[in-house]
């Protein structure tokens, strides 16, 4: 069995001061509301300006569209194959295992795909999966993702394991999870006897505030460390949550006593629902290399994942061609351009499903 996770019901959260009942009602319906009480509790002061309670709480902005939002921000669709795999680069594969997570990012980037009707798979898709894998051999790199892959039990998540361990051409897995921010309870000992892998495995967790590094989330990351497996951190440059150079180097800092190496901070992408979030590019350069100063970060980088597919590239290589317009130059002389435009006007507000 998992280690078990305690959340709060939304009747109890629409009773708690500061909480907007009827924004949380409606936003639920497009995308789900769902908090562990342990990462609840960690919402001290003003639940309005806290900001593990801007990650997770709606406000009534989530439910408007505004003219440059899009539901594939990062152009997923274009490279997806199947329902479950996404493929952008020739070498590596992401593996979408599951929709559910213990907590839902208001921010996420794939929130439009996170719907009633989208399913986990089943046995043929699974076999269809793990066949498309073996038979691509240029593949030497799983990423598992979803929803987030710890919400899985303990025996799948170890049969997935087991079956990318049979694949002889495979060289690394790396699980992408929030759960050790969420629901550090939620790690155990028999989760980690299930995660042994004769590839390499990696644990790309996602702190975007100092105040999620707590004790338990300590002693979570390094239950996976004690068993072999590195822990790195990837953040989102969140608007009201770490948009500013001194929270930022105090994340970093922190990461770095907890042996978690920073790995990537991510431009907050343009999906339905999550303006409140952004950050400019050039605001989000200055406050990244301000915050970086003197600080010894091999391979950290400030990037943003293109819309059309293509992948993540580093902000600073971005061209400014005019205005709120920005291009990137790809070495086969493709370019991508695409637009910062932290103004665009709303289309419709309160959206219903």
Request: with cysteine; hydrophobic share 35%; proline share 4%.
């Amino acid at each position: 069995m998992g280690g078990s996770v305690d959340y709060i019901g939304n009747k109890e959260l629409k009773s708690l001061e500061g909480v907007d009942g009827e924004a949380l009602t409606r936003a639920s319906r497009v995308f789900p509301v769902l908090w562990p009480r342990y990462y609840y509790n960690l919402i001290k002061g003003d639940i309005r300006i806290h900001p593990v309670a801007r990650m997770g709480l709606p406000t009534r902005d989530e439910l408007s569209v505004r003219q440059d939002d899009l539901q594939d921000p990062v152009g997923e669709a274009k490279v997806t194959i199947g329902k479950y795999l996404v493929r952008k680069h020739s070498d590596r594969i992401v593996l979408l295992t599951t929709r559910h997570c213990h907590f839902y990012c208001r921010f996420c980037f794939r929130r439009g795909q996170t719907r009633r009707d989208f399913s986990d798979p089943v046995e043929a898709d699974w076999n269809a999966i793990f066949n498309y894998i073996r038979k691509e051999r240029e593949i030497k790199e799983v990423i598992l993702s979803g929803g987030d892959p710890l919400t899985l039990s303990d025996v799948k998540l170890g049969w997935i394991i087991d079956k990318l361990n049979d694949i002889q051409s495979l060289e690394k897995i790396r699980i992408h999870s929030r759960c050790p921010v969420h629901a550090p309870s939620r790690v155990t000992a028999n989760l980690l006897a299930q995660l042994k892998s004769k590839h390499d495995l990696v644990l790309v967790t996602h702190f975007n505030h100092f105040v999620e590094l707590t004790p338990q989330a300590r002693k979570a990351v390094s239950l996976f460390q004690e068993n072999n497996i590195a822990v790195k951190n990837q953040t989102v440059l969140l608007r009201g949550v770490n948009d500013c150079p001194a929270v930022m180097r105090r994340l970093l800092e922190k990461l770095m006593k907890f042996d978690i190496e920073p790995y990537y901070i991510h431009h907050t992408d343009r999906v339905m629902g999550n303006a409140r979030f952004r950050v400019g590019l050039s605001r989000g350069r200055a406050i990244c290399e301000s915050s970086t100063g003197n600080m010894d970060l091999k391979g950290f980088r400030y990037v943003i994942d293109l819309p059309d597919g293509s992948g993540k590239v580093p902000v600073k290589k971005l061209i400014r061609k005019k205005g709120n317009q920005f291009q990137f130059r790809h070495p086969d002389g493709k370019e991508t351009v695409f637009s910062d435009n932290l103004s665009a006007g709303i289309l419709f507000s309160g959206m219903t499903v």
